[in-house]
C-alpha cells in the first residue's frame, strides 16, 4: 500500500532532477568562504529577501537560533507568540545556548496585533530585563499556516522602533506567504532587520535553511554558526539543492494550497471534524476533533491502518501538511478514507 504522508512539509525526496544538480555542484570549503554555490546561495536570497547578505545554516532552529543569539545578550527578552516555533519546538535553545528568557504572548491563530504586542515591551527602569527582539511567523505553523497581514507586522515595526527594539521573523515558509498573498518576499522581510528562510519545507530540498540581514550582522551570525558547530565545508552540495529550488519549486506551492483546500473543503463536511475550510491559507490544515471521547491519537492511528500519516497536534487536534510528494490522486483518495473511516461519527 503506497503511504499518503501528510505529517510534514518536511518529508519531501529530492526529486531527480534537484539530485542532478546537487550531484554536479561546484564546490570548496565554505568556513574559508570558497564554496562557489554556497556564495551564489547566499548571494541569490539575500537579493530576493532584499538584505545585503544571507547565510546558510544547517535548519530551520539553527536559523532562529544563530539570528535570536546574534541580535541578543545573555539577560535579554525576546517577545514572540505564545504558539511560536521557538517557544515550542527548539529545546529552549536560546535559553539554553544565549541565557535569553522569551516572553510568548498569545495571538490569533499565531497572528499578534502591535496591540497584543505593546503590554509586554518592558519598560526601561531598575526592575525589568530589557526587551530586545520581537520574533514573528510567517507563515504560522501551530496556527495553521496562517499568513501575516503585511500591515500587521508594519504597525508591529512602528512599535519596536519607538522602542528601539530589533525584529527578526522566522519564515520557514515565507514563500508560502508570498505565493498565497503575491507580496514580493522583500517587501515582507523589509519590516524586519534580519529573517530566516527554510529550504527544507515547501521548497523541497534535503537540508538547509538561509538567514539574512545587515552585512555587518551576518559577520557576527556566522561566528554565532560556527560556535555552535555549523561551519560546513563542501556544503555546495546542499547549496545546489536550494538554487534549483529557488528556479523552479516557488510556483509549485500554489498547487500545495490549492491542494490543502480542497482536502479541507472536504473534511470540514464531516461532523467530526467541521470547521471553517476557508481558515486554512496556505499548505497546512489543523483539524479539530469535536467528539471528546476520541483522541488526536486514536484518528492518527485509523488513518495510518489506512496508509495516511498525520499528526496529532495538540489534545483535540490533529495536522495534515501538503507539499510537493502530495498528486491530486493523493487528495481524491485521503478524502475517499476520511468519509469510509469517519462520516458516521459525531
Ligand atoms: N517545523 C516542523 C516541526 O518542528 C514542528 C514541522 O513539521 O512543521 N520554524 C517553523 C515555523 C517551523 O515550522 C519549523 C519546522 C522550523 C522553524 C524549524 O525547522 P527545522 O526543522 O529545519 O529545524
Same mark, same amino acid.
Request: proline share 6%; charged share 20%; hydrophobic share 40%.
Given at each position: 500500500?503506497?503511504?499518503?504522508?501528510?505529517?510534514?512539509?518536511?518529508?519531501?525526496?529530492?526529486?531527480?532532477?534537484?539530485?542532478?544538480?546537487?550531484?554536479?555542484?561546484?564546490?570548496?570549503?565554505?568556513?574559508?568562504?570558497?564554496? %562557489? +554555490?554556497?556564495?551564489?546561495?547566499?548571494?541569490?536570497?539575500?537579493?530576493?529577501?532584499?538584505?545585503?547578505?544571507?547565510?546558510?545554516?544547517?535548519?530551520?532552529?539553527?536559523?532562529?537560533?544563530? +539570528?535570536?543569539?546574534?541580535?541578543?545578550? %545573555?539577560?535579554?527578552?525576546?517577545?514572540?507568540?505564545?504558539?511560536?516555533? %521557538?517557544?515550542?519546538?527548539?529545546?529552549?535553545?536560546?535559553?539554553?545556548?544565549?541565557?535569553?528568557?522569551?516572553?510568548?504572548?498569545?495571538?490569533?491563530?499565531?497572528?499578534?496585533?502591535?496591540?497584543?504586542?505593546?503590554?509586554?515591551?518592558?519598560?526601561?527602569?531598575?526592575?525589568?530585563?530589557?526587551?530586545?527582539?520581537?520574533?514573528?511567523?510567517?507563515?504560522?505553523?501551530?496556527?495553521?499556516?496562517?499568513?501575516?497581514?503585511?500591515?500587521?507586522?508594519?504597525?508591529?515595526?512602528?512599535?519596536?522602533?519607538?522602542?528601539?527594539?530589533?525584529?527578526?521573523?522566522?519564515?520557514?515558509?515565507?514563500?508560502?506567504?508570498?505565493?498565497?498573498?503575491?507580496?514580493?518576499?522583500?517587501?515582507?522581510?523589509? %519590516?524586519?532587520? +534580519?529573517?530566516?528562510?527554510?529550504?527544507?519545507?515547501?521548497?523541497?530540498?534535503?537540508?538547509?535553511?538561509?538567514?539574512?540581514?545587515?552585512?555587518?550582522?551576518?559577520?557576527?551570525?556566522?561566528?554565532?554558526?560556527?560556535?555552535?558547530?555549523?561551519?560546513?565545508?563542501?556544503?555546495?552540495?546542499?547549496?545546489?539543492?536550494?538554487?534549483?529550488?529557488?528556479?523552479?519549486?516557488?510556483?509549485?506551492?500554489?498547487?500545495?494550497?490549492?491542494?490543502?483546500?480542497?482536502?479541507?473543503?472536504?473534511?470540514?463536511?464531516?461532523?467530526?471534524?467541521?470547521?471553517?475550510?476557508? +481558515?486554512?491559507?496556505?499548505?497546512?490544515?489543523?483539524?479539530?476533533?469535536?467528539?471528546?471521547?476520541?483522541?488526536?491519537?486514536?484518528?492518527?492511528?485509523?488513518?495510518?491502518?489506512?496508509?495516511?500519516?498525520?499528526?496529532?497536534?495538540?489534545?483535540?487536534?490533529?495536522?495534515?501538511?501538503?507539499?510537493?510528494?502530495?498528486?491530486?490522486?493523493?487528495?481524491?483518495?485521503?478524502?475517499?478514507?476520511?468519509?469510509?473511516?469517519?462520516?458516521?461519527?459525531?
Amino acid at each position: 500500500m503506497k503511504k499518503i504522508d501528510l505529517r510534514s512539509d518536511t518529508v519531501t525526496q529530492p526529486t531527480d532532477d534537484m539530485r542532478k544538480a546537487m550531484a554536479a555542484a561546484e564546490v570548496g570549503d565554505d568556513v574559508f568562504g570558497e564554496d %562557489p +554555490s554556497v556564495n551564489r546561495l547566499q548571494e541569490r536570497m539575500a537579493g530576493l529577501l532584499g538584505k545585503e547578505q544571507a547565510l546558510f545554516v544547517a535548519s530551520g532552529t539553527m536559523g532562529n537560533l544563530v +539570528s535570536i543569539l546574534t541580535h541578543t545578550r %545573555p539577560g535579554d527578552e525576546v517577545i514572540l507568540e505564545a504558539q511560536s516555533h %521557538p517557544f515550542h519546538y527548539e529545546f529552549a535553545g536560546a535559553a539554553a545556548f544565549g541565557g535569553v528568557q522569551f516572553f510568548p504572548v498569545p495571538g490569533n491563530h499565531g497572528i499578534l496585533d502591535a496591540e497584543d504586542v505593546a503590554p509586554a515591551i518592558r519598560p526601561d527602569d531598575g526592575h525589568h530585563s530589557p526587551t530586545r527582539l520581537i520574533c514573528l511567523e510567517n507563515t504560522h505553523n501551530r496556527g495553521g499556516g496562517k499568513v501575516y497581514p503585511l500591515e500587521k507586522i508594519e504597525r508591529i515595526r512602528a512599535l519596536a522602533e519607538q522602542h528601539h527594539l530589533v525584529m527578526h521573523m522566522d519564515g520557514a515558509r515565507l514563500f508560502n506567504a508570498t505565493v498565497a498573498t503575491g507580496i514580493p518576499p522583500a517587501d515582507y522581510c523589509a %519590516p524586519f532587520d +534580519s529573517v530566516s528562510v527554510c529550504l527544507s519545507k515547501g521548497l523541497g530540498c534535503p537540508v538547509g535553511s538561509v538567514i539574512a540581514g545587515p552585512a555587518d550582522w551576518v559577520k557576527e551570525a556566522r561566528r554565532f554558526r560556527k560556535r555552535l558547530g555549523g561551519g560546513m565545508r563542501q556544503a555546495g552540495i546542499l547549496a545546489a539543492a536550494g538554487l534549483y529550488a529557488l528556479d523552479h519549486h516557488i510556483d509549485q506551492l500554489a498547487e500545495d494550497h490549492r491542494r490543502a483546500k480542497q482536502l479541507a473543503n472536504a473534511l470540514s463536511q464531516i461532523p467530526l471534524f467541521e470547521f471553517t475550510p476557508s +481558515s486554512v491559507e496556505t499548505n497546512i490544515i489543523v483539524l479539530p476533533i469535536h467528539d471528546p471521547e476520541t483522541t488526536p491519537a486514536e484518528v492518527v492511528s485509523k488513518l495510518q491502518n489506512e496508509g495516511v500519516l498525520c499528526v496529532p497536534f495538540g489534545p483535540r487536534e490533529i495536522r495534515l501538511v501538503t507539499h510537493l510528494g502530495i498528486t491530486d490522486g493523493d487528495v481524491a483518495r485521503v478524502i475517499e478514507i476520511f468519509n469510509k473511516l469517519f462520516a458516521g461519527q459525531t
